[in-house]
Protein backbone atom coordinates (compact mmCIF):
# COMPACT_ATOMS: atom_id res chain seq x y z
CA UNK A 1 0.00 0.00 0.00
CA UNK A 2 1.52 3.54 -0.96
CA UNK A 3 0.93 5.80 1.35
CA UNK A 4 -0.39 9.22 0.31
CA UNK A 5 2.01 12.59 0.56
CA UNK A 6 -0.21 14.88 2.86
CA UNK A 7 -0.78 18.10 0.98
CA UNK A 8 0.34 21.68 2.07
CA UNK A 9 -0.73 24.42 0.01
CA UNK A 10 1.42 27.37 0.01
CA UNK A 11 0.33 30.87 0.63
CA UNK A 12 -0.48 32.48 -3.06
CA UNK A 13 2.97 34.40 -2.79
CA UNK A 14 4.67 31.06 -2.92
CA UNK A 15 2.64 29.83 -5.53
CA UNK A 16 3.23 33.08 -7.59
CA UNK A 17 6.91 33.23 -6.98
CA UNK A 18 6.71 29.75 -8.37
CA UNK A 19 4.76 30.43 -11.24
CA UNK A 20 6.73 33.48 -12.11
CA UNK A 21 10.07 31.74 -12.06
CA UNK A 22 8.62 29.10 -14.71
CA UNK A 23 7.04 31.76 -17.14
CA UNK A 24 10.49 33.55 -16.93
CA UNK A 25 12.52 30.34 -17.81
CA UNK A 26 10.60 29.81 -20.67
CA UNK A 27 11.41 33.21 -21.84
CA UNK A 28 7.22 34.12 -20.88
CA UNK A 29 6.62 37.80 -19.08
CA UNK A 30 6.39 37.53 -15.79
CA UNK A 31 4.13 40.58 -15.71
CA UNK A 32 0.76 38.84 -14.85
CA UNK A 33 -3.05 39.54 -16.08
CA UNK A 34 -5.47 37.55 -14.34
CA UNK A 35 -9.28 36.86 -15.73
CA UNK A 36 -11.97 34.86 -15.01
CA UNK A 37 -14.48 32.64 -17.27
CA UNK A 38 -16.70 36.27 -17.87
CA UNK A 39 -13.29 37.65 -19.45
CA UNK A 40 -13.39 34.20 -22.03
CA UNK A 41 -14.24 35.19 -25.32
CA UNK A 42 -15.14 31.90 -28.03
CA UNK A 43 -15.38 32.52 -31.35
CA UNK A 44 -16.24 30.33 -34.57
CA UNK A 45 -13.30 30.96 -36.78
CA UNK A 46 -12.98 28.22 -39.34
CA UNK A 47 -9.03 28.93 -40.62
CA UNK A 48 -8.02 28.26 -36.32
CA UNK A 49 -6.89 24.84 -35.57
CA UNK A 50 -10.33 23.54 -34.07
CA UNK A 51 -12.17 26.43 -35.67
CA UNK A 52 -12.45 27.98 -32.03
CA UNK A 53 -10.81 31.49 -31.61
CA UNK A 54 -9.94 32.25 -27.48
CA UNK A 55 -9.69 35.76 -26.87
CA UNK A 56 -10.14 37.64 -23.69
CA UNK A 57 -11.79 41.10 -22.62
CA UNK A 58 -11.21 42.62 -19.43
CA UNK A 59 -13.87 46.20 -20.64
CA UNK A 60 -17.09 44.42 -20.44
CA UNK A 61 -16.25 42.49 -17.13
CA UNK A 62 -13.71 43.92 -15.49
CA UNK A 63 -12.06 42.20 -12.86
CA UNK A 64 -12.35 43.42 -9.40
CA UNK A 65 -9.28 44.15 -7.28
CA UNK A 66 -8.70 40.23 -4.78
CA UNK A 67 -10.47 38.23 -7.04
CA UNK A 68 -7.11 36.30 -7.67
CA UNK A 69 -6.60 35.74 -3.84
CA UNK A 70 -10.65 34.80 -3.38
CA UNK A 71 -10.27 32.41 -6.02
CA UNK A 72 -7.42 30.62 -4.60
CA UNK A 73 -8.65 30.36 -0.81
CA UNK A 74 -11.90 28.94 -2.52
CA UNK A 75 -9.90 26.43 -4.76
CA UNK A 76 -7.38 25.46 -1.44
CA UNK A 77 -10.59 24.29 0.49
CA UNK A 78 -10.77 21.64 -2.17
CA UNK A 79 -8.55 18.30 -2.52
CA UNK A 80 -8.56 18.97 -6.53
CA UNK A 81 -5.46 20.17 -8.22
CA UNK A 82 -4.80 23.71 -8.53
CA UNK A 83 -3.74 24.58 -12.14
CA UNK A 84 -1.47 28.23 -12.92
CA UNK A 85 -2.91 28.15 -16.30
CA UNK A 86 -1.49 30.67 -18.79
CA UNK A 87 -3.06 30.89 -22.12
CA UNK A 88 -1.03 33.29 -24.16
CA UNK A 89 0.77 36.48 -23.77
CA UNK A 90 -0.73 39.85 -24.60
CA UNK A 91 1.01 43.91 -25.02
CA UNK A 92 3.87 41.97 -22.85
CA UNK A 93 1.66 40.46 -20.22
CA UNK A 94 1.28 36.53 -19.75
CA UNK A 95 -2.62 36.20 -19.24
CA UNK A 96 -3.29 33.40 -16.59
CA UNK A 97 -6.55 31.96 -15.33
CA UNK A 98 -6.12 30.27 -12.02
CA UNK A 99 -8.06 26.31 -12.32
CA UNK A 100 -9.35 24.05 -10.18
CA UNK A 101 -10.53 20.48 -10.74
CA UNK A 102 -9.99 16.78 -10.15
CA UNK A 103 -10.12 17.06 -14.29
CA UNK A 104 -6.26 18.39 -13.47
CA UNK A 105 -5.70 15.30 -11.72
CA UNK A 106 -4.10 12.98 -14.27
CA UNK A 107 -2.44 16.03 -15.93
CA UNK A 108 0.97 15.48 -16.35
CA UNK A 109 4.47 16.69 -18.04
CA UNK A 110 3.13 14.95 -21.81
CA UNK A 111 -0.02 17.26 -21.37
CA UNK A 112 2.16 20.27 -20.73
CA UNK A 113 1.68 20.71 -16.79
CA UNK A 114 4.21 20.82 -14.41
CA UNK A 115 3.16 19.17 -11.08
CA UNK A 116 3.85 19.79 -7.85
CA UNK A 117 2.73 17.03 -6.13
CA UNK A 118 3.48 18.03 -2.13
CA UNK A 119 1.29 21.37 -2.96
CA UNK A 120 -1.30 19.81 -5.62
CA UNK A 121 -0.76 22.11 -7.51
CA UNK A 122 0.53 22.47 -11.37
CA UNK A 123 1.41 24.75 -13.77
CA UNK A 124 0.77 24.72 -17.53
CA UNK A 125 2.95 28.00 -18.70
CA UNK A 126 1.52 27.03 -22.45
CA UNK A 127 2.73 28.01 -26.00
CA UNK A 128 4.44 31.41 -26.71
CA UNK A 129 1.10 32.62 -28.76
CA UNK A 130 -0.17 35.82 -28.93
CA UNK A 131 -3.61 36.11 -27.46
CA UNK A 132 -6.47 38.78 -28.72
CA UNK A 133 -8.02 41.23 -26.26
CA UNK A 134 -11.56 41.70 -27.99
CA UNK A 135 -12.55 45.53 -27.15
CA UNK A 136 -15.62 45.55 -29.71
CA UNK A 137 -18.81 44.23 -27.77
CA UNK A 138 -20.62 43.39 -30.69
CA UNK A 139 -17.38 40.37 -31.09
CA UNK A 140 -18.43 39.63 -27.11
CA UNK A 141 -22.28 39.79 -27.62
CA UNK A 142 -22.21 37.25 -30.29
CA UNK A 143 -19.53 34.94 -28.36
CA UNK A 144 -20.00 31.08 -27.95
CA UNK A 145 -21.49 30.39 -24.91
CA UNK A 146 -22.56 26.51 -26.23
CA UNK A 147 -21.84 24.05 -28.25
CA UNK A 148 -18.20 24.21 -28.17
CA UNK A 149 -15.78 21.69 -27.16
CA UNK A 150 -14.85 21.30 -23.20
CA UNK A 151 -11.60 23.09 -22.41
CA UNK A 152 -9.38 23.19 -20.03
CA UNK A 153 -10.59 27.09 -18.81
CA UNK A 154 -13.72 25.93 -18.70
CA UNK A 155 -12.69 24.75 -14.99
CA UNK A 156 -12.09 28.59 -13.78
CA UNK A 157 -13.78 30.32 -10.79
CA UNK A 158 -16.55 33.38 -12.04
CA UNK A 159 -16.75 36.68 -11.46
CA UNK A 160 -20.39 36.16 -10.24
CA UNK A 161 -18.53 33.57 -7.82
CA UNK A 162 -16.38 36.06 -6.04
CA UNK A 163 -18.82 38.61 -5.88
CA UNK A 164 -21.18 35.79 -4.02
CA UNK A 165 -17.58 35.00 -1.97
CA UNK A 166 -17.39 38.64 -1.44
CA UNK A 167 -20.78 39.55 -0.17
CA UNK A 168 -21.70 35.75 1.73
CA UNK A 169 -18.58 34.51 2.77
CA UNK A 170 -19.47 31.40 0.44
CA UNK A 171 -20.54 30.39 -3.17
CA UNK A 172 -24.49 30.32 -3.62
CA UNK A 173 -26.52 27.46 -4.37
CA UNK A 174 -29.22 27.94 -7.18
CA UNK A 175 -31.87 28.17 -4.88
CA UNK A 176 -30.07 31.08 -3.06
CA UNK A 177 -29.22 32.71 -6.84
CA UNK A 178 -32.40 32.78 -7.79
CA UNK A 179 -34.24 34.44 -4.72
CA UNK A 180 -31.42 36.86 -4.35
CA UNK A 181 -32.97 37.69 -8.16
CA UNK A 182 -36.49 38.04 -6.87
CA UNK A 183 -35.81 40.11 -4.17
CA UNK A 184 -33.88 42.42 -6.58
CA UNK A 185 -36.60 42.50 -8.96
CA UNK A 186 -39.45 42.79 -6.20
CA UNK A 187 -36.79 45.89 -4.74
CA UNK A 188 -37.06 47.64 -7.61
CA UNK A 189 -40.82 47.21 -8.37
CA UNK A 190 -41.52 48.71 -4.93
CA UNK A 191 -39.43 51.49 -5.34
CA UNK A 192 -40.95 52.42 -8.37
CA UNK A 193 -44.54 52.32 -6.84
CA UNK A 194 -43.99 54.89 -4.38
Given amino acids: ????????????????????????????????????????????????????????????????RGALEIAYEHFCESDARIVFYRLGENRRRSVCLLLGDPWFNDKTERDGFLVRPDWNIAFFPGQPIEIEEITDMRRWVRRLRRERPLHDVDFCMTLMAVDEIQTHGRVLTPG??????????????FSHAD
Fill in 1 to 64: MNPTQPVRRPPLSDALAEWKKILAERHFSSELLWIFEENLCFEKKPDVPGGIHIGFQTRFAPVP
Fill in 176 to 189: ERYSEAMLDRLRRI
